[in-house]
């Protein structure tokens, strides 16, 4: 099993920029996918991001891309989510969230495709 904290959430304004991190425990971590979700009040958790093993395939949802960036530092246990041109729609609790897939040439969009979760980070955009 692994444990995710995530990290870096806060206030921003509309139009700036947050970078919020996942750091994970254990060993093997390059053998997990790893996604982002994020959950904003009265709403259902929906997909923003996910990076394969090595980072060698990233998917993004319709409403961040071009925005947002999902990396990975497997020597740190860390996967990254960098939020530029921030609306005040992207508010909402962030999610880490990972899947045991050794070798995984793809990525889930589905957050039931993932086993593992962490608490989460809040981040709210003002207008």
């Known amino acids: 099993q692994v444990q995710l904290v995530e990290s870096g959430g806060g206030l921003v304004q509309a139009g700036g920029s947050l970078r919020v991190s996942c750091a994970a425990s254990?060993?093997?971590?390059?053998?997990?996918?790893m996604g982002w979700f994020r959950q904003a009040p009265g709403k259902e958790r929906e997909f923003v991001a996910a990076?394969?093993?090595?980072?060698?395939?990233?998917r993004y949802a319709d409403s961040v891309k071009g925005r947002f960036t999902i990396s990975r530092d497997n020597a740190k246990n860390t996967v990254y989510l960098q939020m530029n041109s921030l609306k005040p729609d992207d508010t909402g609790v962030y999610y880490c969230?990972?899947?045991?897939?050794?070798?995984?040439?793809?990525?889930?969009?589905?957050?039931?495709?993932?086993?593992?979760w962490g608490q989460g980070t809040q981040v709210t955009v003002s207008s």
């Open positions: 990076i394969t093993n090595r980072g060698g395939d990233t």
């Open positions: 254990g060993r093997s971590f390059s053998n997990y996918i």
């Open positions: 969230a990972a899947d045991y897939r050794p070798n995984a040439g793809y990525v889930f969009v589905h957050g039931q495709a993932y086993e593992y």
